[in-house]
């Protein structure tokens, strides 16, 4: 490579010409020797790797908890990078200490992930409350304090801390008064903006943005790759436009949960979204790399189908394509390979509409489905006007249920109509049998998904003892 990956590393400069494709949990052990951050299961699930990442947003510099064995190091130029090392200061913070005093901490495996995972909830959460803290270290394993000391010092912490609730430079100074972190975070947003761009972050090659899949399964590979890596325009990344919400395909997980145009047509989305990954995760995985990735069971697509969204795909021209007739096989896409999911549009939802997601998996949170469903709908006097249905772990692709849908539309809400619904789109699906359930499973988990749409949308329609074994 001619040119070189430059960042801030725990307030230092780093300018490397090393691979771009280098994990950098590895550049950070085995190039700087900075060892706090420790390698554990490297598929993003454990959380022990965790590493702060800091952008540049208007004036002040957002941070965010992510595992490092899931970042390609050009994804981190013109970023500020900070380990473990680069938050403790001459003695135990307050935050350390209080773990320490609640005996929350036992081989210490684990511990500087999850303070990273604390630290970046302190730089950059909205709300500092002990609930939204002990949801932000969820990606983070514990194998052997137990998790009952670690709440309880977090909650001692928060109750004596005192730290503004203000975000950006005031909750820097803060955070710093109260000896949580050093003082060169001040001048970061500044030493940020003089990091040029190279052609490292403009070339021509593989597009990564999140990476949290790609990663992981073709570690080996992405050395010797040539790779783009993907930025977006956090200032307008959501939009209202002629009638469309427009969402920047760059777009996390995180950026979708926190996006309040997105939050005011769709105020449940942030409680959907929680049930996709890890903390660490949501704040890497993008919008673009979910839908490209065509995961049968993918969850923003699962949502997405149901909301009857429109990707714009670019290369040298512009097209659309509706998401429903996107996915032709499993794995394969209506996308040439030098063309870049760029934007997806959702019709503004009509006044009164109801819409509902559900997921079935192993576990609750951290999991991926073995069964997802969404429905929109708007209804008049009783009858459904319109709608849109979704299915996903039961078809080689994320499918739209195109005849449900269309059995569905003109028919009153009744016990037969959501029966019947239920037994055509058991004929829409072929599940196979897996880790996560067998087919018959399956079939039998859509069926109660749909019934549970409805069941939400009013809950008098499923009191029936028949609709729950028929």
Same mark, same amino acid.
């Given at each position: 490579?001619?040119?070189?990956?430059?960042?801030?590393?725990?307030?230092?400069?780093i %300018?490397?010409?090393?691979?771009?494709?280098?994990?950098?949990?590895d550049?950070?052990?085995k190039?700087?020797?900075?060892?706090?951050?420790?390698?554990?299961?490297r598929?993003?699930?454990?959380?022990?790797?965790?590493?702060?990442?800091?952008?540049n947003?208007?004036?002040?510099?957002?941070?965010?908890?992510?595992?490092?064995?899931?970042?390609?190091?050009?994804? #981190?130029h013109?970023?500020?990078?900070?380990?473990?090392?680069?938050?403790?200061?001459?003695?135990?913070?307050?935050?350390?200490?209080?773990?320490?005093g609640?005996?929350?901490?036992?081989?210490?495996?684990?511990t500087?992930?999850?303070?990273?995972?604390?630290?970046?909830?302190?730089?950059?959460?909205?709300?500092? +409350?002990?609930?939204?803290?002990?949801?932000a270290?969820?990606?983070?394993?514990? %194998?052997?304090?137990?998790?009952?000391?670690?709440?309880?010092?977090?909650?001692?912490?928060l109750s004596?801390?005192?730290?503004?609730?203000?975000?950006? %430079?005031?909750?820097?100074? +803060?955070?710093i008064?109260?000896?949580?972190?050093?003082?060169?975070?001040?001048?970061?947003?500044?030493?940020?903006?003089?990091?040029?761009?190279t052609?490292?972050?403009?070339?021509?090659?593989?597009?990564?943005a999140?990476?949290?899949?790609?990663?992981?399964?073709k570690?080996?590979?992405?050395?010797?790759?040539?790779?783009?890596f993907?930025?977006?325009?956090?200032?307008?990344?959501?939009?209202l436009?002629?009638?469309?919400?427009?969402?920047?395909?760059?777009?996390?997980?995180?950026?979708?949960?926190?996006?309040?145009?997105?939050?005011?047509?769709?105020?449940?989305?942030?409680?959907?979204?929680?049930?996709?990954?890890s903390?660490?995760?949501?704040?890497r995985?993008?919008l673009?790399?979910n839908i #490209?990735?065509?995961?049968?069971?993918?969850?923003?697509?699962?949502i997405?189908?149901?909301l009857?969204?429109?990707? $714009?795909?670019k290369?040298?021209?512009?097209?659309?394509v509706?998401?429903?007739?996107?996915?032709?096989?499993?794995?394969?896409?209506?996308?040439?390979?030098?063309?870049?999911?760029?934007? $997806?549009?959702?019709?503004?939802?009509?006044?009164?509409?109801?819409?509902?997601?559900?997921?079935?998996?192993r576990?609750?949170?951290?999991?991926?489905?073995? #069964?997802n469903?969404?429905?929109?709908?708007?209804?008049?006097?009783?009858?459904?006007?319109s $709608?849109?249905?979704?299915?996903?772990?039961?078809?080689?692709?994320?499918?739209?249920?195109?005849?449900?849908?269309?059995?569905?539309r003109?028919?009153?809400i009744?016990?037969?109509?959501?029966?019947?619904?239920?037994?055509?789109?058991?004929?829409?699906?072929?599940?196979? +049998?897996?880790?996560?359930?067998s087919?018959?499973?399956?079939?039998?988990?859509?069926?109660?998904?749909?019934?549970?749409h409805?069941?939400?949308?009013?809950?008098?329609?499923?009191?029936?003892?028949?609709?729950?074994?028929?």
């Open positions: 490579m001619d040119n070189p990956v430059i960042f801030i590393l725990n307030g230092k400069e %300018r490397t010409f090393s691979n771009p494709g280098t994990v950098l949990l550049f950070i052990r190039e700087l020797f900075l060892t706090g951050t420790k390698e554990g299961c598929e993003g699930d454990c959380g022990a790797c965790t590493v702060l990442i800091g952008e947003s208007r004036d002040f510099t957002c941070y965010r908890a992510q595992n490092s064995c899931l970042i390609p190091l050009g994804s #981190v013109g970023k500020h990078v900070v380990t473990i090392e680069g938050i403790n200061l001459n003695a135990l913070s307050p935050l350390q200490e209080a773990l320490i609640e005996g929350a901490i036992q081989c210490g495996f684990c500087a992930g999850l303070i990273m995972s604390i630290t970046g909830f302190l730089l950059s959460g909205r709300q500092l +409350s002990p609930e939204n803290a002990i949801d270290i969820a990606g983070n394993i514990c %194998r052997c304090t137990g998790y009952s000391s670690i709440k309880r010092a977090i909650e001692h912490f004596e801390s005192e730290i503004s609730p203000e975000a950006g %430079r005031k909750r820097l100074e +803060s955070l008064k109260k000896g949580l972190i050093p003082h060169y975070f001040l001048e970061v947003p500044e030493r940020l903006k003089n990091i040029p761009q052609e490292n972050t403009k070339a021509e090659g593989a597009v990564v999140g990476g949290t899949d790609i990663m992981l399964q570690r080996h590979e992405i050395p010797d790759i040539k790779l783009n993907l930025s977006k325009d956090i200032e307008d990344a959501v939009r436009e002629n009638d469309f919400l427009i969402l920047d395909a760059g777009l996390t997980v995180t950026d979708l949960m926190n996006s309040v145009v997105l939050r005011n047509y769709f105020p449940q989305i942030k409680d959907y979204l929680k049930l996709f990954g903390h660490q995760i949501r704040n995985a993008t673009g790399g #490209v990735n065509a995961s049968p069971a993918a969850d923003m697509v699962n997405l189908l149901a009857d969204s429109t990707l $714009v795909i290369n040298k021209e512009v097209r659309e509706a998401l429903k007739d996107f996915y032709l096989a499993y794995k394969s896409l209506d996308k040439k390979e030098d063309e870049l999911v760029i934007e $997806v549009k959702l019709p503004v939802p009509e006044a009164g509409y109801f819409f509902n997601y559900e997921k079935v998996s576990r609750t949170h951290l999991d991926i489905a073995s #069964v469903s969404s429905i929109y709908m708007k209804t008049e006097s009783g009858f459904i006007k $709608v849109h249905i979704s299915a996903g772990g039961v078809a080689p692709i994320p499918l739209y249920l195109k005849e449900t849908a269309a059995f569905l003109g028919k009153e009744t016990f037969e109509t959501i029966h019947n619904a239920a037994l055509i789109a058991g004929g829409e699906i072929s599940p196979i +049998s897996d880790i996560r359930g087919s018959e499973y399956k079939r039998l988990l859509l069926r109660q998904l749909i019934f549970a409805f069941q939400k949308f009013s809950p008098a329609l499923i009191e029936s003892p028949e609709m729950l074994f028929t």
